[in-house]
């Protein structure tokens, strides 16, 4: 047997120069439900982990790696969107997060930026990579308008802290299925079909990053496009769509079908994206020209014209079968100081690059002064104080000139008006004769408490609040 040493001078970067370890991690419900999808749909194996407080979700996944966090502290009953609580769980069980995050060279993050058990593992599973050398990628998901301006709020902080930390982050939005067919039937079918969607996004994430293929493409690549975003206001920067099929079908049939894809059927996505990575996925039988009809195909149908990074590689388990993967990009906006000189006009308030800025004169043009004499209104003439005359001295009386000078007397103080005190022996005869007792009219309750709700934004309803009990809230009397 012919043994293979690597002795040249790139020996021992070998395996920095390809990668071949990556770890697809969900976190919360929403991350569990798409590695679900992963385990049951997807092909490859890929090393899968879910993390929960929920005991529920985590019995009823299919991923072999489970993880229940919080036992002793929530019971297994999750934390209820207490994020406060969710980041307590995640400090008591790190001894169980630190060795996920080892042996890796990228974790992707794949949760719900709405949820609480997701966003506080995904904070400290940040910061656990960074230390292990590992590149982290976050795959999130924005919750729908209709569940409520709180966990829209939440979920906005979270996308805010996230790209702060993390080497990119993808975010996907849940509204872009509100409108479609499966979701009007059922809103069940619009989350599972989300679920899908951010799976098949990870496992194209999971090629780019870390596969070998005709056609490679590097996490620099990634970065460049989903990393930008820090300090913007920018959401939603994400849209995806996958089609599979047999690699002798039309190609112009696999285009259609891949443009039709539930998260690109709006056309005003269109004006907002200004980059594509392609990953083409297939059997050994997947030559570079079929590859170059896909992405060439692909080019020619777009709307816009836009530069496309391309990947491709090859999977044994194809069975004859093509995958194709696309995800679009936001240009992020750039903040540049406003200027309002009157050189501007009508443009004083539109954002100018950087580059522009830069060729402004930095000295002002200069102007004639014009002699404007000052208004005769605005003079203030300082006048002098006035002396005030000598007394005049007045003749007293002998008699008065040998009395003291005394000062003026000062007013009486005000007194304040007070009842007379009853003599202690009248009080004494009180305390003994007479005594009082207090009537209760109603029955007196100690202020509620929410228990473990109680960090958790309350219960609107019409102006209600439903967290209180109804006899508060219609202002019923309760007798004793």
Request: overall charge negative; hydrophobic content about 40%.
């Amino acid at each position: 047997m012919i043994e293979f040493t690597q002795d040249g001078p790139f020996a021992d970067k070998a395996d920095q120069l390809f990668p071949d370890r990556v770890r697809i991690l969900g976190l919360g419900q929403a991350g569990t439900a798409v590695c679900d999808q992963i385990v049951l749909h997807g092909r490859g194996t890929h090393d899968l982990w879910v993390f929960d407080s929920d005991q529920m979700t985590i019995e009823s996944s299919v991923v072999p790696n489970r993880v229940l966090l919080g036992r002793s502290l929530v019971h297994g009953l999750g934390c209820s969107g207490d994020i406060e609580l969710a980041r307590e769980i995640v400090a008591i069980e790190e001894a169980q997060l630190a060795p996920v995050t080892k042996g890796c060279d990228f974790l992707i993050l794949v949760l719900g930026l709405a949820g609480s058990t997701g966003v506080a593992l995904a904070e400290r599973l940040i910061e656990l990579g960074r230390e292990s050398g590992a590149k982290v990628i976050v795959v999130g998901v924005q919750p729908f308008a209709f569940e409520g301006t709180s966990r829209r709020e939440k979920a906005v902080f979270a996308i805010g802290d996230l790209r702060a930390e993390a080497d990119s982050v993808l975010v996907l939005s849940n509204d872009r299925l509100s409108n479609h067919p499966e979701t009007l039937k059922n809103i069940r079918n619009g989350f599972h079909l989300m679920n899908q969607q951010m799976a098949k996004t990870a496992q194209a994430l999971a090629q780019i990053v870390c596969k070998r293929g005709l056609i490679q493409l590097s996490f620099a690549d990634v970065r460049s496009l989903y990393g930008r975003y820090t300090g913007s206001e920018v959401l939603e920067n994400c849209w995806v769509a996958h089609v599979e099929g047999n690699i002798n079908d039309c190609t112009d049939e696999l285009i259609d079908e891949l443009l039709e894809g539930p998260l690109l059927r709006e056309e005003s996505i269109w004006k907002q994206i200004d980059h594509a990575v392609v990953a083409v996925s297939g059997t050994r039988n997947l030559g570079l020209s079929e590859v170059q009809e896909l992405v060439c195909a692909l080019k020619d149908r777009l709307p816009v014209n836009i530069p496309i990074a391309t990947s491709a590689s090859l999977d044994d388990e194809s069975h004859d079968q093509v995958r194709l993967s696309v995800l679009l990009a936001m240009t992020a906006p750039v903040l540049v100081p406003e200027r309002t000189t009157a050189e501007n006009g009508a443009n004083a308030k539109k954002s100018r690059p950087v580059t522009e800025t830069a060729r402004m004169p930095s000295v002002p043009a200069k102007v004639k002064p014009q002699s404007v004499e000052p208004p005769i209104a605005t003079q203030k003439t300082t006048r002098m104080p006035r002396a005030k005359p000598a007394p005049v001295p007045v003749p007293v009386p002998a008699a008065e000139a040998q009395k003291p000078i005394m000062p003026e007397e000062a007013p009486p103080p005000v007194k304040a008006i007070t009842a007379p005190l009853p003599a202690p022996a009248e009080i004494a005869g009180l305390r003994g004769s007479r005594r009082f007792v207090a009537k209760q009219e109603e029955m007196q309750f100690e202020s509620p408490t929410r228990g473990r709700f109680e960090k958790t934004h309350e219960t609107m309803y019409r102006g209600e609040n439903l967290d209180q009990p109804t006899f508060r809230r219609r202002g019923l009397k309760i007798r004793a």
